[in-house]
């Protein structure tokens, strides 16, 4: 079935320093995917995707791209800021019709900036 | 502002309880799912429907039941077989697979927190 790996965290930055968090998938067809983050004691807010291979979905700085030959979708920023400090998941929505519109989740990963 | 609304924020049940949980949503969306998060760890489904008066079971369904006789509702009651039920609940639509729509992502609600007395 589909699955989802994030690198593990909690990771841990200063204020400007350049974030990278893994993620990897496994899936048949041509999945989607999607980068989730989550603030502390709220709902997940959809920060950026992707549809096909190739595509760069990118959102307040941040940046993934769709890497279909090594079935990644890592998530890039150049500076974070304090005000990033959240739980970000890495997601699929598989790519076959017998998918439906169910989403695969990474377990999350916990990011802390400090000033 | 089209969203979705999940209520209570904060729920407590007691033992041998049902507690049921409330979500709606005005996004027009066909498909509707429930979610449970627990500390550290990510999201887990439960239920999840795609149309009016039908749903199905996820991951994690024993202990829970839900119904859908409207569009814009798709409330999760938690029964008392479920014998571990703090964590945080989380309630998501989106239009159905197969259609125009279908790479359009989950909308999330603000979730309900639940815990045992």
């Known amino acids: 079935g589909d699955s989802v790996t994030q690198m593990e965290g909690p990771v841990t930055l200063s204020e400007e320093a350049f974030l990278t968090i893994n993620c990897t998938y496994t899936?048949?067809?041509?999945?989607?995917l999607f980068w989730y983050v989550q603030y502390p004691g709220e709902g997940l807010q959809l920060l950026l995707k992707?549809?096909?291979?190739?595509d760069k979905g990118s959102n307040k700085g941040f940046e993934a791209t769709y890497r279909k030959e090594t079935t990644s979708f890592h998530l890039e920023k150049g500076s974070v800021q304090v005000s990033d400090s959240a739980v970000y998941f890495c997601?699929?929505?598989?790519?076959?019709?017998?998918?439906?519109?169910?989403?695969?989740f990474g377990e999350g990963t916990q990011l802390t900036v400090n000033p | 502002d089209g969203g979705i609304t999940q209520s209570p924020k904060y729920l407590f049940r007691k033992e041998g309880q049902n507690v049921t949980l409330s979500c709606e949503q005005n996004l027009n969306h066909d498909a509707m799912y429930w979610y449970r998060q627990d500390p550290g760890q990510g999201l887990r489904l439960i239920y999840y429907s795609q149309i009016v008066n039908d749903f199905q079971k996820g991951d994690i369904a024993e202990g829970y039941s839900v119904s859908r006789e409207k569009k814009e509702s798709f409330p999760l009651t938690v029964t008392s077989a479920q014998k571990n039920p703090t964590a945080f609940y989380l309630c998501?639509?989106?239009?159905?697979?197969?259609?125009?729509?279908?790479?359009?992502?989950?909308?999330f609600g603000d979730g309900t927190r639940l815990s045992i007395l």
């Open positions: 992707a549809t096909k291979a190739d």
């Open positions: 899936a048949t067809g041509y999945p989607s």
């Open positions: 997601a699929l929505r598989g790519g076959r019709e017998t998918s439906g519109s169910r989403l695969t």
């Open positions: 998501a639509s989106s239009p159905p697979a197969g259609t125009v729509f279908s790479n359009q992502p989950q909308h």
